[in-house]
T-cell receptor, first 116, second 111 residues
Framework: KNQVEQSPQSLIILEGKNCTLQCNYTVSPFSNLRWYKQDTGRGPVSLTIMTFSENTKSNGRYTATLDADTKQSSLHITASQLSDSASYICVVSYPYSGAGSYQLTFGKGTKLSVIP | DGGITQSPKYLFRKEGQNVTLSCEQN?????MYWYRQDPGQGLRLIYYSQIVNDFQKGDIAEGYSVSREKKESFPLTVTSAQKNPTAFYLC??????????FGSGTQLSVL
């Protein structure tokens, strides 16, 4: 069964500190992995996408990594800010003709709280 | 300003009542989706539509209905058959093969 597991479920860090969120998946065949940020009471917004051939990709203070062999991805946040407080959702896609171009499997998210 | 607009932001349903959640997009995307989000749970697919006048059931379609009469609009009706409707509902449209653009969501609660 295709699954996406995220850890930790929640995390509290001090402003200015770094943190790393984990995403493990069993989806196969793998197409790509995307990280979304969801502010409370809002819809998710895409942060970055990782394809099979990519190992690392940065978007400002956010750096995503992907190890396709171990089926693990991480999202590293550097010098955290209060505005980073949100849920971070890992979404893995794979080809599936019955649902259009790609089928998506969502993780449950990691809720990050950055405190002053 | 391009994007996905959901309304209302908050909605209350009485027992036995049908309610409709609105979703409009001006991104010119063909595919649109409805997801349900419960606390501590991942997003679950209710319905999706690849093109106008066509839609397919997702994983949890029971108690819901949709229509796709226009490319821009994909309303979701929560019927009285949905016995546990309290949740945060997200509408999305798709760019390319998998990138989703989400609306701001509708929080539905039962009175």
């Amino acid at each position: 069964k295709n699954q996406v597991e995220q850890s930790p479920q929640s995390l509290i860090i001090l402003e200015g500190k770094n943190c790393t969120l984990q995403c493990n998946y069993t989806v196969s065949p793998f197409s790509n992995l995307r990280w979304y940020k969801q502010d409370t009471g809002r819809g998710p917004v895409s942060l970055t996408i990782m394809t099979f051939s990519e190992n690392t990709k940065s978007n400002g203070r956010y750096t995503a990594t992907l190890d396709a062999d171990t089926k693990q991805s991480s999202l590293h946040i550097t010098a955290s800010q209060l505005s980073d407080s949100a849920s971070y959702i890992c979404v893995v896609s794979y080809p599936y003709s019955g649902a259009g171009s790609y089928q998506l499997t969502f993780g449950k998210g990691t809720k990050l709280s950055v405190i002053p | 300003d391009g994007g996905i607009t959901q309304s209302p932001k908050y909605l209350f349903r009485k027992e036995g009542q049908n309610v409709t959640l609105s979703c409009e997009q001006n991104l010119n995307h063909d595919a649109m989706y409805w997801y349900r989000q419960d606390p501590g749970q991942g997003l679950r697919l209710i319905y999706y539509s690849q093109i106008v006048n066509d839609f397919q059931k997702g994983d949890i379609a029971e108690g819901y209905s949709v229509s796709r009469e226009k490319k821009e609009s994909f309303p979701l009706t929560v019927t009285s058959a949905q016995k546990n409707p309290t949740a945060f509902y997200l509408c999305a449209s798709r760019q390319g093969r998998e990138k989703l653009f989400f609306g701001s969501g509708t929080q539905l609660s039962v009175l």
